[in-house]
Every structure is written in structure tokens, then in C-alpha cells.
């Protein structure tokens, strides 16, 4: 008899996708179950990409991804933060920083909105447009805003099944711009860059972003006056061809920057006139892996630490599985790194909880609002959230 493996949430799969199981009296049900293995696999949707069921492939992205980083020491968020918040940053702003983007985007040049760094960047306003990788801050009166990268570049394409993961189609140059956008007055084009980290510097909101965004392009860092807009670009002596999720932090009026985590944790300090940066410190790290990458500014934790969020990932299937953790530093020079918790992935609303692109985040925001902290991300390149944690659990995870 014909047996078909199904999936419920794609179009039906061709006859090469049917299998036969075979009976035998003698090893019948070991050679029924390598029937059934090698029949499933090879006509697997899951690896020919050809049926995407939400539930096979968090099921099999988790497995795999649990499995490759289980030397990292992954928890659970709920483990370390029992009690939080989420904050849906996109019911709140995705429809009017999406709105923004598409009448600035139509009417600037090209440049303006080209974020990664094209060149010559298409414009397609029908595209499915997201508002992408997150960085909530305080404004200069207080209020909250969010920072975030406005793009045509998404893994979730079908705007009918926004859960459904559906690769940006190849050859394709997107725009990129970002917007700053206030729950009161409403979201203001910014100007491009990728990669958001929105921070405060002497009372005042300022971001560090880049353009370009990867090694073939190059990144070119950049820090953005988050009140003026106004953009410059930054400096550094023996600079690699890319240099991006620098994570700030001030200490005694001057500007620093966490450049790199591993195999040291090498710190920047910038002059915020000249806008020339150049390495002062450079302490030993143990992550438990080599592929850290640096990912939130820093907001203030006690009297004698920082804290930021950095991140890694592994590839299972083409897929980038991310995982983050929460880190301490010293508030004074070496600003060597003292505590971290365990390596977690960020919480999802309910509303994505079965999407394909979970495996995808990407934090890029921290703000401190009184007792709390607000880690602001992306995840699958489709949606932004926020969650809320208390200063008190943050400090009890690191046990500082």
C-alpha cells in the first residue's frame, strides 16, 4: 500500500514524496523501520525545503540546535527569568514605521534608504516590508522609543502566512533604513544603516549602526545623533574590512566601545569630537566558544558593573540557530569581564510561537528603566519584541 508523509501547512508534495513499507517474516520489522528511515529522508520536505510544517521544523531545528550547543551550556529563559514581560514592539510601531519607510523611501535618493550598501538598491514598494532588529531606548526627555531597521529584506515574504518561513529571493538588492519611532509623537526617518544599538551618552540618545553589513560589502561603523540625525562615520587604526556590533558604554564623560569578546575582550575609546577611536584595553575572556559576537550597549547593573547581551550561533540545515546570554563587566578600567549567565533563547509571543524562523534572533537593544531592564530583538528577520526583567533577577542570574 501507498503511504504518504503529510504536512499540513504546504502545497501537496509530488508522487517522488510516497514511499512502500516492505513485510518480511524474517527481519520484516527491521527492514520495515530502514524502509520507512531512508524513504522519509530522502524525500524529507524538511531538508528539500519543499514543505515547511511549522511544527517538523521547530522540532527538528531545536533537536539540532540543542544538540551542537549543548557544550555551551544552554538553559532555558524561563529557568533564568521566571518572571518578564514581552512587549510586541510590532503591533505598537510596525505599521507606521512601515508607512514611513515606504514614502521616504519613494522620494529620497537611492542612497538614503541603501543601507547594505548596494550601490543601486530597488525600491519595491509592493514588496512585504518588516521593520527588522530592534533598539529600544530613552529619549532625552525620558519617553521610550525604539530604533529599528526598516527593510524589503525578510525570511517571511508571504505576507497571507507571515509565520511560514519563505527565503528573500537571491539577487536581489534591498533597501535598508532606519527609523526612530515614539509611542506619542510617531516614528521619524533616521537615515540607512543596519544593525541598530541605540545608547545614551551625556543625557543624550546616540546609536552606533554600520553600513554595508557584511564582509563582502565591508562594514563601515558609524555613530548617528539620535536628536539631530545626524550621521559620522568612525575611525579605527588597523580597522578590519568589517566592524560592526561594537557595544557602548561611557565611563568619566569619554566614549568606549566593547570592539570584540574573544579571544580577548578588547575595548575602544572614542573621541566623540573627532569621532577617531583607538584600543586602550584588552583583558581574557571564557565564553566556551570562540564564535561570540558582541550584540547590546551596555546599561548600568550595580555601582561596579555594566551588563550587555552578546550572541552565537550554530548552522543546522542552512539555518542559524542563535543563542544569547547576559554579561558583567567592571565599571572601571580594564573593564574586564566578571560574570555570565548561561546561554538562553529569548522568549517569543504566542502569536509566533509555532513559526518556522524561530531559530533566527538577534538582540540589539538594552535600556534600563528604573528597576527593570528591556532587551529589544529580532527574530526570523519578521517580527521585533521586547521583554522586561527586573534588576534584581538580572543580578541573581549572574550572581553578582
Request: proline share 5%.
Amino acid at each position: 500500500f501507498w503511504v504518504k508523509p503529510s504536512c499540513s501547512d504546504s502545497p501537496p508534495l509530488d508522487a517522488s514524496s510516497y514511499y512502500i513499507p516492505f513485510f518480511f517474516l524474517y527481519r520484516g520489522q527491521m527492514f520495515l523501520l530502514v524502509s520507512f528511515a531512508l524513504s522519509g529522508f530522502a524525500h524529507s520536505s524538511i531538508l528539500e525545503g519543499e514543505c515547511r510544517s511549522a511544527s517538523l521544523l521547530q522540532t527538528s531545528t531545536r533537536e539540532r540546535g540543542t544538540d551542537k550547543a549543548s557544550k555551551l551550556n544552554l538553559t532555558s529563559w524561563e529557568k533564568l527569568f521566571p518572571t518578564y514581560s514581552i512587549l510586541d514592539l510590532d503591533a505598537e510601531l510596525s505599521d507606521s514605521a512601515v508607512a514611513l519607510a515606504l514614502e521616504t523611501c519613494s522620494t529620497m535618493s537611492k542612497s538614503y534608504c541603501d543601507g547594505f550598501a548596494n550601490g543601486n538598491n530597488q525600491f519595491n514598494k509592493s514588496a512585504v516590508w518588516k521593520m527588522l532588529n530592534p533598539s529600544v531606548y530613552l529619549a532625552a526627555d525620558g519617553s521610550l522609543r525604539t530604533l529599528a531597521l526598516l527593510s524589503s529584506y525578510s525570511q517571511c515574504q508571504n505576507a497571507h502566512e507571515p509565520n511560514r518561513l519563505i527565503w528573500p529571493r537571491k539577487g536581489t538588492n534591498y533597501s535598508a533604513l532606519l527609523v526612530s519611532c515614539g509611542a506619542d509623537d510617531g516614528c521619524k526617518a533616521v537615515g540607512p544603516g543596519l544593525d541598530p544599538h541605540a545608547f545614551q551618552f551625556q543625557g543624550h540618545p546616540m546609536a552606533f549602526t554600520n553600513i554595508g553589513g557584511t564582509s563582502k560589502r565591508g562594514c563601515h561603523p558609524k555613530l548617528v545623533n539620535l536628536t539631530s540625525f545626524e550621521e559620522t562615520n568612525l575611525s579605527l587604526p588597523g580597522a578590519s574590512k568589517c566592524e560592526k556590533n561594537w557595544q557602548p558604554f561611557t565611563y568619566n564623560g569619554t566614549l568606549f566601545f566593547s570592539q570584540w569578546l574573544h579571544p580577548g575582550h578588547r575595548v575602544l575609546s572614542c573621541n566623540v569630537e573627532s569621532y577617531a577611536c583607538k584600543a586602550v584595553f584588552d583583558t581574557s575572556t571564557n565564553f566556551g566558544t570562540e564564535k561570540i559576537h558582541g550584540g547590546t550597549p551596555y546599561v548600568e547593573l550595580d555601582s561596579n558593573h555594566f551588563v550587555a547581551v552578546a550572541h552565537t550561533f550554530t548552522l543546522s540545515k542552512k539555518m542559524r540557530v542563535y543563542l544569547h546570554k547576559f554579561f558583567a563587566i567592571q565599571s572601571q578600567p580594564p573593564f574586564a569581564v566578571v560574570a555570565q549567565t548561561e546561554w538562553f533563547r529569548l522568549p517569543v509571543a504566542e502569536s509566533h510561537a509555532h513559526a518556522e524562523w524561530l531559530s533566527t534572533q538577534y538582540a540589539g537593544g538594552l535600556a534600563r528603566r528604573g528597576q527593570h531592564v528591556i532587551v529589544s530583538y529580532g527574530v526570523g528577520d519578521c517580527i521585533s519584541q521586547g521583554v522586561e526583567i527586573s534588576i534584581t533577577s538580572l543580578r541573581q542570574a549572574l550572581g553578582v
